[in-house]
Structures are given as C-alpha cells and as structure tokens.
C-alpha cells in the first residue's frame, strides 16, 4: 500500500496505492501534501468521527496539515496519490515590535 520513494532529513515521499474498497488503519501524517497519480474518491476520517469524502483528480495537490486519520478508497478503481511529509514544522511568524513614535 505505501511504497518509499525517496527520504532525507527533511522530507519523505510515499507512493501510496489503495484498491477499489480498500483501507489504511489509522496513522499519523506532519505536514504533507498529496499528488494525486490516478483519480478516485478517498474517504479520510478522523479519530473525532468527523469524516470528508474528496473526488480527487489525476494532477490535483492537496494540502494537509499534520493530523491523524484514517481513509479508505471509495471508488470502483485504484487511486494512487505520491505523499510528500514535511519533517520540519512550518516556522511561526516573528513578532515584529511596533516602531517607536518620533
């Protein structure tokens, strides 16, 4: 179902395969995105029960935050998506001072 494409300290790219009605048990993701390889409909839930369905298209980039979750293809056809985790968290924003009156 995964398959490493590529590792270095600071990124890690998966080819992800999942058949028509298959599942991924839940797991954990950083901050990553996805490139959708072949079409179909993902289902991602989750551990809040919340769920989203998404059609996605053969070129697409999705975002997604780090989060844990689990999926399942909902599709009739192989969905094959090329995830790329981030292993640094984005840096936050630097608190700027207001400039001093003159």
């Known amino acids: 179902m995964y398959k490493l494409v590529f590792e270095n300290d600071r990124v890690r790219v998966l080819e992800v395969t999942l058949k028509a009605g298959e599942k991924i048990a839940r797991h954990s993701h950083p901050d990553h995105f996805g490139y959708v390889l072949s079409e179909g ?25 780090a989060e844990t979750h689990e999926g399942e293809n909902m599709g009739e056809t192989e969905l094959r998506v ?13 608190k700027t001072k207001p400039a001093a009156k003159k």
Not at 41 to 65: F, Q, R, Y
Not at 84 to 92: D, M
Request: hydrophobic residues 35%; charged residues 35%.
């Open 41 to 65: 409909k993902l289902k991602i839930s989750k551990p809040d029960g919340t769920s989203i369905e998404p059609e996605l298209k053969t070129g697409e980039v999705v975002w997604i935050a």
């Open 82 to 94: 090329l995830v790329v985790e981030l292993k640094e968290p984005a840096p936050k924003p630097k």
